[in-house]
T-cell receptor, first 115, second 112 residues
């Protein structure tokens, strides 16, 4: 099976712009979650989607949003970019939602640089 | 906050076993212990997980103490490619299922 794919892999934006990142989960996986990784804060949970519904949300401002499509692919959007949004954005997929024994598999990430 | 405590760094000689400890003294009965690793700037890679019993797969072994308050990840024959940050994570069965709470992990350096 192909793993989790994320596009684009690298992105450079300027302050005030918006950006959309895409994640395709492993075939058959219906749960997608997003994480932000920065040197200062480490890996932090953004949100999780299952069956096109947001099931869980981390402590991030409303500029960070996401959605999931019927084919389980997910996008996250960051509006009005700030310098501090520069980070590695990671997507993880799992087969079902709501089970701690279900493994989440991560994609390679999208490296966003805000200038 | 992460519910686990790990040493910030460890060294291991190539070909030797790497034993990475993790303390999770507040773990509850329905919480799993997961291990992931992250090689520089890549996405975290799943290694192994367990609830009560020791587990082994092609990558590693997970030893969980009887009281479940600590665990050890064992890489039986470490190679240079095992150099990475290793994260021990406790996942709550009934809690926020999408939310893996990562701590700072252990930076393992495998040396020739």
């Amino acid at each position: 099976k192909a793993g989790v794919t994320q596009t684009p892999r690298y992105l450079i934006k300027t302050r005030g712009q918006q950006v959309t990142l895409s994640c395709s989960p492993i075939s058959g996986h219906r749960s997608v979650s997003w994480y932000q990784q920065t040197p200062g804060q480490g890996l932090q949970f953004l949100f999780e989607y299952f069956s096109e519904t947001q099931r869980n949300k981390g402590n991030f401002p409303g500029r960070f949003s996401g959605r999931q499509f019927s084919n389980s692919r997910s996008e996250m959007n960051v509006s009005t970019l700030e310098l501090g949004d520069s980070a590695l954005y990671l997507c993880a997929s799992s087969s079902i939602q709501g089970r701690a024994g279900t493994v989440r598999f991560f994609g390679p990430g999208t490296r966003l640089t805000v200038l | 906050d992460a519910k686990t405590t790990q040493p910030p760094s460890m060294d291991c000689a190539e070909g030797r076993a790497a034993n990475l400890p993790c303390n999770h003294s507040t773990i509850s009965g329905n919480e799993y212990v997961y291990w992931y690793r992250q090689i520089h700037s890549q996405g975290p890679q799943y290694i192994i997980h367990g609830l009560k019993n020791n587990e082994t797969n092609e990558m590693a072994s997970l030893i969980i103490t009887e009281d479940r308050k600590s665990s050890t990840l064992i890489l039986p024959h470490a190679t240079l490619r095992d150099t990475a940050v290793y994260y021990c994570i406790v996942v709550n069965y009934g809690g926020s299922q999408g939310n893996l709470i990562f701590g700072k992990g252990t930076k393992l350096s495998v040396k020739p």
